[in-house]
């Protein structure tokens, strides 16, 4: 008779099923791919295969994510004039690598008629492996795209190299203290390798965290002219200038550093620099803004995020935030409020360059979120 689903249901006799039973055990028997799976193996094929044991407790699910999690990452920032097929370009470019895009993002900037992209990517799987045969292969192939549409700047920053960070400052330590516990936690991918100070009054910050600190006075006598107070700022700078080259820095931050660095200075360290303004530039440049701030009866006070230029307080900016004053807050109170935002500004400003989230172009920047 018929059965469901439009098949044929067969009768058997008691004694045909148990030599079906038997011929099917017979056959399985016989042949050599047919095996019963224990636990911790797998059929393919005529084959067998038996897992390979997991390491189990602590020790071993640590090995077992380490492997998992392991990437090796890198970003690739691009700058060029905005026309067709750049993304497209640069998608291609590390596809054919053997990289996998994880992240982009990108902008155009009708009035200049550039764009800019960012591209965070995995080439833990490039075909030329992970080492500086895979770096190189994948820069040879950037140059390619950057010559075929004239990018004017682009760069790639592998997340294994980390930057080397050198931290400028003077008396004051709220931005001091904040990039230094983010760094210690972890938030900050970066080495601090030193701390560098006209003042010794925050030494003791610096060993708290066990970072040498550097002391570099400026040597001036009470009745030294205008001529000799310059000389000795000169000498200073190129003390500090000699620590950054042997400690090999690659991002120096201001944190309320208070000198006014050399145009020379500013000139050689212009787009890896980074100073807290405790103003919301182009308001109150200088020196004492809280108190002119207080004299003007503004109603909301800020801080600037910038790198620095030769001209004071011009740079591009990277970061801003305000809180808002009333006719009840005194000096101190701005003053107050103003290092919570100097803090906040700043600690963003230097994850943003670390994280390789900026691109400079003249005297502005294009900031790609997080």
Not at 38 to 52: D, F, I, P, Y
Request: overall charge positive; some cysteine; hydrophobic content about 35%.
């Amino acid at each position: 008779a018929p059965a469901m689903g439009g098949g044929l249901r067969r009768r058997y006799s008691k004694a045909s099923w148990a030599k079906g039973v038997q011929q099917t055990r017979v056959g399985r028997a016989r042949c050599p791919g047919w095996k019963s799976k224990r636990r911790g193996e797998r059929t393919v094929g005529r084959t067998t295969l038996a897992h390979e044991p997991r390491e189990t407790g602590a020790k071993g699910d640590e090995a077992n994510n380490t492997q998992k999690k392991h990437k090796e990452t890198a970003t690739l920032l691009v700058n060029c004039p905005d026309e067709k097929g750049v993304v497209a370009a640069c998608a291609m470019m590390l596809y054919g690598q053997g990289c996998n895009i994880i992240e982009t993002d990108q902008h155009s900037q009708p009035d200049s008629g550039l764009f800019f992209q960012r591209v965070h990517f995995d080439y833990s799987d490039c075909y030329l492996g992970t080492g500086d045969a895979a770096t190189r292969g994948i820069e040879v192939a950037a140059e390619s795209i950057a010559d075929r549409f004239g990018m004017k700047t682009w760069r790639i920053n592998y997340s294994k190299n980390k930057k080397k960070v050198g931290i400028l400052v003077s008396k004051y330590d709220h931005c001091l203290y904040d990039i230094l516990l983010k760094w210690k936690s972890g938030e900050f991918d970066c080495d601090i390798p030193l701390i560098i100070s006209n003042h010794d009054t925050l030494r003791h910050v610096a060993d708290q965290f066990e970072i040498p600190f550097f002391h570099v006075p400026i040597t001036t006598g009470p009745n030294d002219s205008p001529e000799e107070k310059r000389i000795a700022k000169l000498r200073q700078e190129e003390a500090i200038e000699e620590l950054l080259e042997k400690h090999a820095i690659d991002v120096i931050v201001l944190a309320r550093y208070m000198q006014v660095l050399s145009s020379d200075f500013c000139d050689r360290h212009s787009q890896h620099t980074i100073n807290i303004h405790h103003s919301f530039l182009p308001a109150f440049e200088g020196g004492n803004p809280y108190r002119r701030a207080y004299q003007r009866g503004v109603k909301v006070i800020g801080a600037t995020a910038h790198y620095v230029t030769p001209e004071l307080d011009a740079g591009p900016i990277i970061d801003q935030d305000v809180t808002r004053i009333s006719h009840r807050d005194s000096v101190e109170d701005m003053m107050k409020k103003g290092r919570n935002l100097e803090r906040m500004v700043l600690t963003r400003a230097l994850s943003w360059h670390l994280d390789e989230r900026i691109l400079i172009f003249g005297n502005k920047t294009v900031v790609f979120g997080d």
